[in-house]
């Protein structure tokens, strides 16, 4: 089983998930090297951009851009397990509805009860708050593998 963690590039935690499943789950590949490039990537994307005097748009068909893009597409798409880790913005949030849309199981921790809720999250197979409870769900599916 291949598990792709999404969450924002300043959301950190999500390295100690990765951690927790590795442990769980030694013989299932956790994805969370994205997170490597740190919390700055975005804005020295943007920043480099810019300075090529690039606006959005251009920047969106640079290579960097595109390279940027298909290393996280592949990893999406050699996935079979999808977690979304709030908080988490647009762009995780866009990851989590390609996933929905290829048929992924997908799973949502969310860092405590959100003040503002939204239904879209049933999109989702299942919402946590909770890491023990997402790694019960997680077991299930593990012994569904073995079987």
Known sequence: M??????????????????????????????????????????????????????YRKALKSYAAKHIFEFDKHHLDESD????????????????GYAVGKGKKTYVLFHEEPTKWDIMYLFS?????????LITVLRSLEKQEKS
């Open 2 to 55: 291949k598990v792709y963690l999404i969450s924002a590039l300043k959301n950190w935690k999500v390295i100690d998930l990765g951690n927790t499943l590795r442990e769980a789950f030694p013989n299932w590949e956790i994805f969370d090297d994205w997170i490597s490039p740190g919390p700055h990537a975005d804005d020295y994307w943007r920043k480099f951009e810019k300075k090529r005097k690039n606006d």
């Open 81 to 96: 397990i999808v977690i979304l880790i709030t908080p988490c913005g647009k762009s995780g949030h866009l990851e989590l």
């Open 125 to 133: 197979d299942e919402v946590f708050f909770q890491v023990e409870d």
